[in-house]
């Protein structure tokens, strides 16, 4: 019989495939057994990394060895590395080895997650791991989900269903909520001026007689309030809304309650974090981001909805073409639960973590973050003459100022810290004092590197600017 098989111009054989598979694992590996000896942020030139991988498209075939190598010298050392130990900018991302390998297998097979006809192993391993956060969080039964890339846009797909449930309205927010979820209010059509920015107390927290006043007060003024969105952890400050409160006054006015919980949230596997959440499980929608605590490689964040077939109201569609991938009664096509319809599997890492490791694990993972905030706050007072603490530890958040220093100092002070590669922070903004920020989920984060980090920053000179 004649093999009419066409030539695999793309392929490789078997013995280059095992060593440029090898030579991946390789570097990664010596990456995660080295990191901390590698600068926690690098930012390169975009003239100069042009030079060095750019060029004319590449007309002729070349060693894939040599590429692979050229883009772990040039091009993946010039970026945040959230898994490094001293990575505090911003909300540091230290992914297990257990969510590589998941990662790693899903895009080796090129598994896709849309229909139940074309992916129902990957989609009950979505739908077995949303219940296992919905377990691991308080959510009640019934509460369905939805794995997307990040909490803007889990926040997005959960604001579609609340309209699909509640109509357009007024929505409330707090000066503290994360900008994306302004940009996806609008985003989603909802004019400006149907979007409440109160001002928050002195702990970053609503004042749940304000918002019950705005809310009377657009009601007595004709227009129709529809959501509140609450903070799980804010990104400032780590600062948590009077959650329960806010579940009670949307009960009371037959709003729908979104709560963002995209970092904060993974805190209520613990016994502390989960008294500072309490409440969180009342939500009609919930956001977490598990690329951030629950130590998942980029992209993972995962939107709650209480009420089954929410998602569905907002977002289901049966165009002609997929009639024939579309699952039954019982099955779940989870392109009906998005916007995204080519779906990437983002379960199995998850599946995989939390199979190995266990959820008492993972919890003393995100305790570590905790202690390691608190042991920053100390290390802080320790020092009142250097060093004045502006909040609190709360769920791996400090902020604090240098003392005499002003916004320009400390903007100075982080850019020069990230400039010597030895670790990097934020500065931020608190009702319009400067101060630094350092978050601390990673729990490789050992005590001399916050004392090493303080150090730094406390020799370099302010003008008091």
Sequence with gaps: MINSRAADTLGMDEAQMRALGHQMVEMVIDHLVGRSGEPAIEVTSRARLEALIGGPVPQDPSDAGAALAQLRAHVIPNQQHGDHPRYFARVPS??????????????????????????????????????WLRQALGMPEGTQGIIVSGGSLANFTAFAAAFAA????????????????????????LDS?????????????????DLQAAIAEDRA?????????????????????????????????DMWLHIDGAYGGPAALTAQ????????????????????WLFQPYDCGVVLVRHPGALERAFAMSPEYLKDVMGGEDEVDLFNRSLELSRKTRALKLWLTFKTHGLTRIAAA??????????????????????????????G??????????????????????????????????????????????????????RGTLERLAAMKITGE
């Design 273 to 292: 974090g989960a008294e500072a959440l309490a409440g969180m499980e009342l939500a009609d929608s919930l956001v977490i981001d598990p690329h951030k």
């Design 193 to 209: 001026s149907d979007i409440r920015m109160l001002p928050t107390n002195d702990r970053q927290e609503y004042d749940l007689a």
């Design 397 to 450: 958040i400090v902020t604090f100022a240098r003392v005499g220093a002003g916004a320009k100092d400390h903007a100075r002070l982080v850019a020069n810290l990230t400039a010597e590669g030895w670790a990097t922070l934020s500065s931020t903004s608190i009702k319009g004092r400067s101060v630094l920020r350092l978050c601390t989920l990673n729990p490789l984060t050992s005590d001399d590197d916050l």
């Design 166 to 189: 509640k109509g357009r309205g007024i929505v409330y927010m707090n000066d503290q909520t994360h900008s994306s979820l302004k940009r996806n209010l609008t985003a989603a059509g």
């Design 94 to 131: 230290p992914a297990a080895f257990t969510g590589i390998l998941g990662d790693w297998l899903g895009t080796g097979f090129n598994t896709i997650a849309t229909s139940w006809v074309g992916g129902s192993g990957p989609a009950v391993t979505e739908l077995i791991v949303i219940d």
């Design 221 to 253: 003024r004709g227009l129709k309030p529809v959501m509140i969105i609450g903070n799980a952890g804010t990104t400032n400050t780590g600062a948590v809304d009077p959650l329960p409160g806010l579940a009670a006054l949307a009960r009371a006015e």
């Design 366 to 395: 995100v305790q570590a973050g905790i202690e390691i905030a608190e042991r920053a706050e100390a290390m802080v007072r320790a020092e009142p003459e250097a060093w004045e603490l502006v909040t609190k530890a709360k769920l």
